[in-house]
Each structure stands twice: as structure tokens, then as C-alpha cells.
């Protein structure tokens, strides 16, 4: 999976054509409802509809020729969603109902043009800026939305930052500009509190088709335990998926620390691998070498978690490996000479093979 800004169309075409990205995500959109009580029908009685519009800074008409281009060109089981947020993005509105947000955008040019969403909202520079804060209703109108995408026959994929679902910390809020005391980098203020989890409770995480974790996220745990501790990319990964497999692929989350939640208490939040995918940085993370607040995990790292995983074989659950691996962004495609997704593609997609000492298995793991 690769995000695309829209200021690269070749990229994208090389990313997928040359390194094997299946899954695009352009970024971003903003459904913008307005509702509207002076509607009329064709007999000039008042409907109350909602009308409103699609802001975004995105070439919709070229995305859609270079679509038709790569599918005419053999690459029609390739995926392109759109996501909706971003740092500094917008969350939804309180004004606008779920039912109003899907009304727009199935009258959308969106709608006929990707074939689902990706869910980023996160936070803002400004640490005062009421985006900082996941209300209630933004988070049910996330899940109602994502409801109405997939009985409809779209996809819904999220992308939260590490601290946004964190498999290793049970605790629970909607701010998303604290602190936390780990004795290192205490001062950084843009952490999230598992806010991402509340979508994947019960029946919420069935709208769900891919959730990819941004271990990119400013010092991050993962950030943390390679530059800080000292653990090697590649056994932090493999620890990762491994530890949380072990967990029966669910972690526990104190819903009842947020007073708006209190009987909700603690609940096992559940997420299958064949949903998990693992996000990366690209090139631009060895834009400053000495800069610890973000990670740059090569191609051969995750090469070598992945076929250790895949030695483990399969447990009751079945296989142990995620899904794939996400990356922002296709624009920085081949910046300091990094191209992962095709260094990822080579063993992915490319049906590399590995002995777990009782026969082969095939890595390649393509989208349905």
C-alpha cells in the first residue's frame, strides 16, 4: 500500500507497474455536508435533503484517466481509495450525520472513482486547535460511515498513528497532544491514547477490511526501542506481530479512563493479521541521519521479519504473518535512492519461497 499526494502521476504508474503497489491512496478528501431545509421535489414540496460537496486539493479527472490507463494496461485488480484527514486534516463535524456524509458522497464524483476510504485523522500543530480531540461523535460517525461503505460494496481501510492503537498500553483517551513519561523524548506533545481503538470495538472492526499502523509516527515505540534501545528493525517486527499473535491478536483497552465511557470498562479489542498491515517511512525518513524522531525500516528488514514469521508456520489462527506493508509516500519514490516498495515487492509479491523445515511456503500475498 502507497500514498499518493497527486503531485507525482509517474510515480505512481512506476510504483505500480515497476515495484508492485496493489493498493493506492490518494490523499485527501473532505466530505463537506450542508444540511438544507428548503428542498424542494418536482411538485415544490420541502425533502429537508442535505447538500454539501467534496473539498480536495486532488486532480479527480486525471486520477480517473490514469485508473482507466492502468487498467487497460493489465492492472485492473489494483485498489485506489481515498483517505480523508491527515495532520492538520479536519475531523467530521458534529453537524453532519453519517447518513449526510455517505449521501454526498455517493453523489460525488469521488464515489464512482475510488473504490473505498482510508481513515487518518489525527492531530494539529496547534496544540490548542479542537482537532486535537476526538469527540464521540466524530468516532460514531466513523464507524457509521464505514457501516454504510461496506454494506454498499466499498472498502475501508485506517491508518493510525502507533500511539492511536498501541498494542501495548491499555489505556484510553481522545486527545491526541499529551505527553508521555517513557525517559525519552518526554517533551514531545503530539502522543494519542489507543483513540482508534474505540473503532475496532465489537462488531465496528467487521467494516474494517486493513488497519495499518504508522510506525512511522514521531517517536514512536518503535522509534523508541530501535534508536533508543537499541533493537534491530527486523526483531522489532518480528517481536511485534509475533507477540501479538500470541495475545490471541487482541490487547486490552480501559475504555472506562474516559468519564464519557465509564461502562464501557475494559474490553479485549480484537484485530486479525490477514488485517494488519505494517506502515513505513520511505526515503524521506534519511533526509537527517541523526534525527531520531522517526524510523526508516528498509526492504531487507522487513524481508527478514517476514520469512521468520513465516517459519513459525501457522497456529490456530492460521497464518502468522500481516497482511502487507504500507508506506508514505509513493511521491518520494527512489529519494536517497530508496525504493521499498519494490525492495518489499521482491518477496511479497514475487512468490519468494522459504523452508520452515517441512516443506515451502509462497509469500506471495495478494488482495482480494
Not at 508492485?20 to 420541502?46: L, R, T
Not at 486520477?63 to 475531523?91: C, E, F, K, Q, Y
Not at 482537532?131 to 460514531?140: K, V
Amino acid at each position: 500500500m502507497g500514498y499518493a499526494t497527486g503531485r507525482d502521476y509517474d510515480r505512481v504508474v512506476d510504483a505500480v507497474i515497476l515495484d508492485g503497489v496493489n493498493v493506492v491512496i490518494w490523499s485527501f478528501i473532505e466530505v463537506v455536508a450542508m444540511k438544507s431545509d428548503s428542498d424542494e421535489d418536482e411538485n415544490g414540496n420541502s425533502t429537508g435533503g442535505v447538500v454539501g460537496y467534496v473539498n480536495t486539493n486532488l486532480n479527480l479527472s486525471r486520477i480517473a484517466s490514469l485508473i482507466r490507463d492502468l487498467d487497460a494496461s493489465g492492472h485492473s485488480d489494483v485498489i485506489h481509495l481515498t483517505s480523508i484527514g491527515g495532520w492538520n486534516g479536519p475531523h467530521l463535524s458534529s453537524n453532519q450525520s453519517a447518513n449526510d456524509w455517505y449521501a454526498i458522497w455517493t453523489a460525488s464524483d469521488a464515489s464512482r472513482i475510488f473504490h473505498g476510504i482510508d481513515w487518518d485523522l489525527e492531530g494539529n500543530d496547534d496544540r490548542s486547535n479542537p482537532n486535537n480531540y476526538f469527540t464521540l461523535d466524530c468516532l460514531d460517525a466513523m464507524i457509521n460511515i464505514s457501516r454504510l461503505m461496506k454494506e454498499n460494496g466499498y472498502f475501508v481501510t485506517m491508518a493510525p498513528p502507533q500511539s492511536y492503537l498501541n498494542f501495548d498500553d491499555p489505556s484510553f483517551g481522545r486527545y491526541v497532544n499529551i505527553t508521555k513519561e517513557r525517559g525519552w523524548h518526554d517533551e514531545f506533545g503530539y502522543f494519542g491514547n489507543n483513540a482508534y481503538a474505540y473503532l475496532l470495538l465489537g462488531e465496528s472492526g467487521s467494516y474494517v477490511d486493513l488497519v495499518s499502523i504508522q510506525l512511522y509516527e514521531s517517536y514512536s515505540n518503535a522509534a523508541m526501542s530501535i534508536h533508543h534501545d537499541g533493537t534491530r528493525p527486523s526483531d522489532y517486527l518480528y517481536s511485534l506481530v509475533r507477540d501479538f499473535v500470541s495475545a490471541d491478536m487482541s490487547f486490552t483497552v480501559n475504555f472506562g479512563m474516559d468519564p464519557e465511557m465509564s461502562s464501557v470498562g475494559s474490553r479485549r479489542v480484537k484485530l486479525d493479521t490477514n488485517k494488519l498491515v505494517i506502515g513505513l517511512a520511505n526515503g524521506w525518513a534519511l533526509d537527517t541521519p541523526d534525527d531520531d524522531r522517526t524510523i526508516y525500516i528498509s526492504g531487507d528488514d522487513c524481508r527478514n521479519a517476514y520469512l521468520r514469521l513465516m517459519e513459525g508456520g501457522q497456529n490456530k489462527h492460521g497464518d502468522i504473518t500481516p497482511r502487507g506493508f504500507m508506506f508514505w509516500t509513493i511521491d518520494e519514490r527512489g529519494k536517497n535512492g530508496v525504493y521499498l516498495a519494490r525492495d518489499i515487492g521482491k518477496f511479497l509479491l514475487g512468490g519468494e519461497r522459504v523452508s520452515n523445515g517441512g516443506g515451502q511456503h509462497d509469500t506471495a500475498k495478494l488482495p482480494s
